[in-house]
Structure formats: C-alpha cells, structure tokens
C-alpha cells in the first residue's frame, strides 16, 4: 500500500550498465538499435573519469538538465535513474554553507532502497534474486559484512511495538515480496557514510560522547524500512552502539502522527484518483498494451492491471534480469516503454491539475510541523534530537516535496533522501537559517517559502522564519477556504 498508493511513478540513477532484454529481440538489427538507445542514455551524462574507475562528478539529476538530458522524454532513461544502482561517487551538496554559519541540526527523510516487487504478474515466474548479503557479490560495499555481522547479534535494546518482531537484515535466497535487496542496503550504507564525512567529520555535529536522546529515528512498520534506517545508521555512526539506537514506529505511511485524520485531505486523494482513472481510460495505446500482455500470460486484462505489472517489470529492469516469456510470447521493453511513459505522462498532468497539490499540503503537514518544531527547539539551545532519521516511503517523500512547491523535483527514487539542515550564524547567534536538499542538490531556493528570497533580501542562507511561517500560515494560504489552523483545514466544508 505504502509503496502503490495514487500508482505514482518512480526514477533514479544509473550507473553504465547496459540491460539484457533478451526475450525482446527477434532480430539483429531491433537487438542493435535497442543497445544503440542504452548507449545513447548512458553517454547523455557526462563523467569526469578518475583513478580506479571511480567519478568526480555525479551523475544524478533532480531537477531536468536541458543540456545533459534527452532533448525529449525517454522512459528508459526515467527508468535507469529510478533504479539507482551503487558504485558511482557522489558530489553532494550537503554541510555546504558560508564560514561564519554553524551547523546545529539535520533532519533526514529516506525513501527504503532497492527492493522486490510488491505484486508479481499472474502466471509467471517470480524473478530470481537473491535476497541474503554476500559480502563478495556486487553491489558491494566497504562496511557490508561487519554490518551483517553486528545485525545478527540483534538489538542490545528493544525498538517500539511492532518493530521487535522484525528482521534486522535480509537473509532469503528468493526474495519475499517487497524485501530489502542486498543493493537497497548497499544504497543505504552508502547514504550514511556520505553523511557521516560531512556532518560528522567536517562539522561535528554530534559529540565524541554523543548520547541517545541526541538520536531522533522513526520509521514504518515495513521491514524494508527498518532495514534501510538500519544500514544508513551503521554508515552514519562511528560507533553503532545498540544501546543508544531506538526506532520509534508510525504506524501511517504520511508520518501524521496523531494528527492522521484528516477528512479533506482525503477528498482530494479521491479527486486525484479519479483524475488518474480518466488519464489511464483515454490512453489507448496503454489499454492496447495491458491487452497484449495480459495475452501473453493468459489472463484477463483487468486482472493484469490490478497487479500493477509496472512494479514488477522495473525490479526486473533494476536487476537486469529478462522480462517474462510464455508460450504466447514475451514481455518486451516496448510494453515497458509505454507504460513508463504514462506515469511520466501522469506526473506531468498531476502538477498542471493541483489536486495533488491540496492532498499534499494536507498530508505532509502533521511531519513538517513536527520538524520545523525541533529545529525551533534547537534554535533555543536544547541539544535533543541533532540528528533525525525518518525511514519512509515514496509516498511520503512525494507529498513533502510537493506541498514544498518543489513540481520540478523526480519522484523520489529508491534510497532517495531529502535533507533539512538547521544553521546558525555565529556572527548574530540569535539568528537561524535553513537548507533544503534533495539528493545531494541544494533546493532551498527553488522551494515556495524561499524561491524570492535573494530579491527581497541580502542574507545569504534562507531564514528559519520563512519556513516557520510557510508551515503555520502560508500552507493553510494556499489550501484557500480561509482556515488558520491544520484541523480547520481538515474539516472544512464545500471540496
């Protein structure tokens, strides 16, 4: 649910692979021109090569690059940036600030990495992949096997109810469905170790002697979450001290809290799902495509559907495994093309009608006012909470950014990370400013509360009371209908 909720897209990043689609290609010259296409995507990125094959610069884009991206759409290269396969080095903009500011605090939001699909396709095998993390198989990394190690001892504290009955690392020759993948962990150890070269070692952020109550760490009650929040902490941390880790768990996939009921927010998700059935009802060429494909694995067509075959083919597409093949035929990268080109489609049709717009507003403002509140808190001087960790999933990565006003932003890939970052000015201590990043890039001014900000002010960084304000007053402004307050907004009559 968590994962499928609104059928939105997903994106990501790759990192020069070419897939195999062998099922698909019936000849020589369709099989040439369909690498020759890879070939294309891959070398759109240019990349400054260094020793050991690894890169200066990186290649992932959050918002659309005219001059090194596909001069029109490609949902191949969509889908290579969704998957964000490990290995390249990272050029990240987090911790970066002018001399004289301090940095006081981080707020981290996770999308889980790399997993299995949540659906399989009726009457097909399920794709082989191997769930258990081998320290000697690719991806890899540095910290993977002393990971490995330090879960299997288990937590030296337990986590709150449900947590404890969860499973701390994958461990499945064939993945279950919606399992971390060895490359989700990897993508998370990575996450934490580049967080830790910069919050830790450059600007110690939490002491040598750091304690628990300095830890804020949230997360669903999905294991794929845990697990995630699990391997970017062991990255993050000099010393993974069980005793000091403690995951709180929200049962809601919007992180609402006890702030979850929420009438008006749930019309508009109504409203959007209705603008998404329409969409899919006058795409012909997309029924034409469920068509085929629920011929080639002899179902009906409404059944393929509903098991959202998208979600399965990308983890296929991600693990450069074949799509299927039956006796009817196979599924090939044209079916996948269409498809993935409809939820681009959608994405685009999503920002223009604003209904999302208003179900995002409504659902992600019980977590951004959580998270402007301990900055607040810390901007007093209180040392609690120096380091927050929020566990999640696209859906509640997606309507943060969009209530942000960020419509140019992907949709959160896998591993993907959103950053707030509370700064002080050690020239004027009493003054606050934040940063906003997602995925290494600084978005902090192309956000609706600081978008204008280099036009009204000198102030180099974007003031905490700007966001404290879009979070109070200008978020129920732009809902309309007059209310001052979440719950009036909540409740409000006449959608």
């Not at 050690?426 to 978005?443: A, C, N, Q, T």
Request: charged content about 25%; aromatic content about 10%.
């Amino acid at each position: 649910m968590a994962d499928t909720c609104l059928a939105l897209h997903r994106h990501s990043v790759d990192n020069g692979f070419l897939p195999k689609y062998l099922p698909e290609f019936k000849g020589g010259s369709e099989r040439s021109n369909q690498i020759a296409s890879f070939t294309t995507v891959v070398h759109l990125i240019p990349v400054l090569a260094t020793k050991n094959g690894v890169t200066s610069k990186s290649r992932k884009r959050i918002m659309p690059d005219p001059a090194t991206e596909p001069p029109v759409m490609d949902p191949v290269y969509e889908a290579l940036l969704y998957c964000n396969i490990p290995g390249v080095a990272e050029r990240s903009m987090e911790g970066h600030a002018p001399h004289h500011f301090k940095l006081v605090s981080a707020h981290v939001f996770i999308r889980h990495g790399d997993r299995y699909p949540l659906y399989a396709i009726p009457k097909t095998k399920r794709p082989e992949i191997d769930c258990t993390l081998v320290a000697n198989r690719k991806p890899y990394h540095s910290k993977l096997e002393a990971f490995v190690n330090h879960m299997s001892k288990g937590p030296g504290a337990s986590f709150e109810s449900p947590l404890h009955s969860l499973p701390l690392y994958s461990s499945h020759q064939l993945c279950e469905m919606g399992e971390l993948t060895q490359t989700g962990v990897v993508q998370h150890l990575q996450n934490g170790q580049l967080l830790r070269d910069i919050y830790l070692k450059k600007h110690k952020l939490l002491p040598s002697d750091w304690a628990a109550e300095q830890l804020h760490l949230e997360t669903t009650g999905k294991s794929r979450t845990l697990q995630s929040g699990l391997a970017l902490l062991y990255g993050f941390l000099p010393d993974f001290d069980w005793k000091k880790v403690y995951f709180r768990h929200q049962p809601s996939a919007l992180f609402c809290s006890g702030n979850c009921y929420c009438p008006l927010r749930n019309q508009y998700l109504e409203k959007e799902q209705r603008r998404q059935y329409l969409l899919r009802l006058n795409n012909r060429q997309l029924e034409r495509t469920y068509e085929e494909m629920a011929r080639i694995v002899d179902i009906p067509t409404k059944q393929l559907r509903a098991a959202n075959p998208i979600d399965s083919l990308l983890c296929l597409f991600c693990h450069n495994v074949s799509f299927p093949c039956t006796k009817n035929g196979c599924i090939t990268m044209d079916h996948f093309k269409v498809i993935k080109t409809h939820q681009i489609e959608d994405e685009r049709e999503r920002q223009e009608k604003k209904l999302y717009l208003g179900y995002a507003l409504l659902g992600a403002h019980p977590i951004l006012n959580q998270t402007v509140s301990r900055m607040q808190h810390t901007a007093e001087g209180k040392k609690e909470a120096l380091f927050t960790l929020y566990s999640a999933h696209d859906v509640t990565l997606a309507p943060i950014l969009s209530a942000l006003g960020l419509t140019g932003a992907r949709f959160p890939r896998f591993a993907a990370r959103l950053v707030f970052e509370l700064w002080q000015d050690r020239e004027k201590p009493r003054e606050h400013s934040v940063r906003i990043l997602y995925d290494g890039v600084d978005i902090t001014f192309y956000t609706s509360f600081c978008q204008d900000h280099h036009r009204r002010s000198p102030k180099p960084m974007c003031p905490l009371e700007n966001l404290v304000r879009f979070i109070k007053k200008d978020m129920f402004v732009a809902l309309g209908g007059g209310s001052t307050n979440y719950y009036e907004a909540c409740h409000r009559e006449g959608f």
